[in-house]
């Protein structure tokens, strides 16, 4: 998954439109990334109390947060984005209440989270030092 931080103003149509135009939610709680669109779904209906297909982007996370799944609809039907790491783990924001079940995130957390930008040490140090490994 790469995701640039790419400014937009209106919410472009096509496929693969991520930008931020977008309404950001972040599920939480661990999840399990065997499950796809339809039981992706079902959490956003059943537990975060959202319609999946009203347009926004669903997060979720595996336990050992290291996987990733987006849930978007967009014209045309329902798009899910995934991203597995080879080491490290991703972050959370930094206004993300613990004990919240979900909560809206900026375009730009998104971003910093899925990129490994995000100033904690459990969920930068040991991604950075991977990519240092290979650019030498």
Not at 9 to 25: C, E, K, P, T, V
Not at 36 to 42: W, Y
Not at 45 to 61: E, Q, R, S
């Amino acid at each position: 998954m790469n995701l640039s931080l790419r400014q937009s103003s209106s919410h472009q149509a096509g496929m693969f439109s991520l930008n931020d135009s977008l309404r950001y939610l972040l599920y939480n709680r661990p999840t399990d990334m065997r499950k796809s669109f339809h039981t992706l779904g079902g959490i956003v209906t059943g537990t975060m109390g959202a319609d999946p297909c009203n347009g926004d982007v669903y997060i979720f996370m595996n336990k050992s947060r290291n996987r990733i799944k987006l849930l978007h609809w967009e014209p045309g039907g329902m798009v899910l984005y995934s991203k597995l790491l080879e080491a490290g783990t991703f972050g959370q924001p930094s206004n993300m209440e613990k004990e919240a079940i979900s909560g809206s995130i900026e375009w730009r957390d998104l971003v910093l989270i899925v990129e490994g930008i995000i100033e904690r040490p459990d969920s930068r140090r040991q991604r950075l030092e991977s990519l240092k490994k290979l650019r030498k």
